[in-house]
């Protein structure tokens, strides 16, 4: 079963056209990387299936409902990693977890029991006072992704969740992902390092706008010939440049 499904959806500001016709669908506990070069129209197509932004056309259904129609449903079925930092810096780890938490629609022993259970995942328990602001950038990262999906949606979307952080942290960053995957959460995610690329189980490549290539990471390297997913990236990006 699809939980994302999209025909030709296409966003345009004034006469630049930002996403241009994709199609693409998401199997349910599927882990899908979106990769594209900065400025390929990655996070604008994520915010429209997370119901943030109006499409300019074409269809998408997330969860099964409507991104034009049915965007509050949308939201109590997903979780949403920005890629502007989401948290709360002047907030304690506690309070941000249960300001999200709040926002998911927890409350009350269950808002106290995700809350003590992902400190304890985390291994954040002793820093549960600390202010978000004074933590590495990794443990914050690993933070925002938990508190996506504290209120166990079907679907979370994370846009370039691992941006600017060592190998070693971004690896960790994975095991929380493969979690997640393993509760039954599909997971919807942007990269720009092709290390990652090959953890998902499909990924599409966009350019400009486009998507120009789709299949497991496997099946692309094959078919450009290749045992490097950097090699089919900048082929597609140098295709594309030419205009064919
Ligand atoms: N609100 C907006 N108004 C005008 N242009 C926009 C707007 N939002 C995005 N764009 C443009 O749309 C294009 C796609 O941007 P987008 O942020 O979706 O790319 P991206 O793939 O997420 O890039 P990055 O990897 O840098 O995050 C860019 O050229 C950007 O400047
Ligand atoms: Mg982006």
Redesign the pocket.
């Known amino acids: 079963m699809n939980v994302i499904d999209v025909t030709n959806l296409t966003k345009s500001?004034g006469s630049?056209t930002?996403v241009d016709h994709i199609s693409f669908n998401v199997g349910e506990g599927e882990l899908f990387g979106f990769l594209?070069a900065?400025?390929?129209?990655?996070?604008?197509a994520m915010r429209m299936l997370c119901g943030l932004s109006a499409p300019t056309s074409g269809e998408a259904r997330v969860a099964g409902f409507d991104v034009y129609k049915e965007t509050e449903k949308i939201k109590q079925h997903i979780g949403y990693m920005s890629?502007k930092f989401s948290l709360y810096g002047d907030l304690k780890v506690w309070e941000n977890i249960r300001l999200y938490g709040g926002i998911y629609g927890l409350s009350g022993k269950k808002l106290k029991e995700k809350t003590d259970e992902l400190l304890h995942v985390l291994d954040l328990e002793g820093e549960r006072n600390t202010l978000v602001d004074s933590l590495p950038l990794g443990w914050k990262q690993k933070l925002a992704f938990s508190v996506a999906i504290i209120h166990d949606p079907r679907i979370v979307f994370l846009d370039?969740p691992t941006g600017g952080v060592d190998p070693v942290t971004r690896r960790q960053f994975w095991e929380l992902i493969y979690q997640a995957a393993e509760r039954g959460i599909t997971v919807f995610v942007t990269t720009h390092y092709m290390d990652e690329a090959e953890y998902c189980n499909r990924v599409s490549i966009m350019v400009d706008g486009k998507i120009e290539a789709l299949d497991s990471p496997a099946a692309l390297k094959a078919s450009f010939n290749t045992d490097n997913m950097n090699d089919v990236f900048h082929a597609l990006a140098r295709k594309a440049k030419r205009g064919e």
């Not at 900065?38 to 604008?44: H, I, P, R, S, V």
């Open positions: 500001f630049f930002a594209g900065n400025g390929a129209g990655k996070t604008t890629q370039e």
